[in-house]
């Protein structure tokens, strides 16, 4: 059974778009009620707008990365995820 690949509309040109710009490392062949499971593994980049067409739920592994997002063409929020090394 083929993986069906996470997708997005891209705001400026109401295309239907890949969610990343590399294919997953791995991707859940089996679908559990809907929900699709990807690992990839990505270099630093910056995506055009897009509005997902499902939930999500992203893990950065990285130090730190900036997030900027726009709920339901509301007002840009921005915010800087740093990891804390040590969990005491």
């Known amino acids: 059974m083929k993986s069906e690949q996470l997708s997005a509309i891209e705001v400026a040109s109401g295309n239907l778009v890949p969610m990343s710009c590399k294919p997953p490392i791995l991707s859940s062949t089996n679908h559990w009620n809907g929900i699709v499971v990807e690992q990839h593994h990505l270099p ?40 804390k090394s040590n969990l005491s």
């Open 44 to 83: 630093v980049f910056e995506c055009p707008e897009l509005c997902l067409q499902q939930h999500s739920i992203n893990i950065w592994l990285a130090n730190s990365c900036q997030i900027d997002w726009r709920l339901a063409g509301g007002r840009l929020h921005s915010t800087q995820m740093i990891r």
